[in-house]
């Protein structure tokens, strides 16, 4: 495709559900990001993917937070446990990046937009 | 610790009414100043990188300009279409972000 994109769209949960949410990123693009926007805040990283390194993990809130990726490919965000303040949208970013180099221009996905009752 | 700071949190401009949204920043090496543009219910959308003091980028009624403090984006002559919530990022190992400016253009 010509864009990232993610899904679903829209997620809505129970408190105490694990989620899965998926993103496909723009073919070639060696790096993955994961952001949390929470209502009225800014984006807050969660993770990042260069390549076939180990990721940066700095950001994920809680050991319920995990993420994978295979090689260059579709990456998914998995919450377990979720509670009420999960509750945000959840957006995927992907950039050509040379490991050590700037962050440069991300391009984003549409984002999840997830509500755990 | 990197922070980076936008004012005002929300701005209402009349069409036509020029205007400025501040970006202040405290970053420990900057690799670049990120503007992006989000609308309701999409992810941000890139806009303009710049990376030294007194750089100036210009797309359109947008102009970016940075200091070694801050960044402004100048709004000159804006549309009811550039209605959305701007976002200030600096560059560490993911982007550091502004919690943005939601402008508002009224006809």
């Known amino acids: 495709g010509a864009g990232v994109s993610q899904s679903p769209s829209n997620k809505v949960t129970e408190k105490g559900k694990d989620v899965e949410l998926r993103c496909d990123p723009i073919s070639g693009h060696t790096a993955l990001y994961w952001y949390r926007q929470r209502l009225g805040q800014g984006l807050e990283f969660l993770i990042y993917f260069q390549g076939n390194s180990a990721p940066d993990k700095s950001g994920l809130p809680s050991d319920r937070f995990s993420a994978e990726r295979t090689g260059e490919s579709v990456s998914t965000l998995t919450i377990q446990r979720t509670q009420q303040e999960d509750s945000a949208v959840y957006l995927c970013?992907?950039?050509?990046?040379?490991?050590?180099?700037?962050?440069?221009?991300?391009?984003f996905g549409p984002g999840t937009r997830l509500t755990v009752l | 610790e990197d922070q980076v700071t936008q004012s005002p949190e929300a701005l209402r401009l009349q069409e036509g009414e020029s205007s400025s949204l501040n970006c202040s920043y405290t970053v420990s090496g900057l690799r670049g100043l990120f503007w992006y543009r989000q609308d309701p219910g999409k992810g941000p959308e890139f806009l303009f990188t710049l990376y030294s003091a007194g750089e100036e980028k210009e797309k359109e009624r947008l102009k970016a300009t940075l200091t070694k403090k801050e960044s402004f984006l100048h709004i000159t002559a804006p549309k009811p279409e550039d209605s959305a919530t701007y976002l200030c990022?600096?560059?560490?190992?993911?982007?550091?972000f502004g919690k943005g400016t939601t402008l508002s253009v009224s006809s």
């Open positions: 970013a992907s950039i050509f990046r040379i490991a050590g180099g700037p962050t440069g221009e991300q391009f």
């Open positions: 990022a600096t560059s560490g190992t993911a982007l550091i």
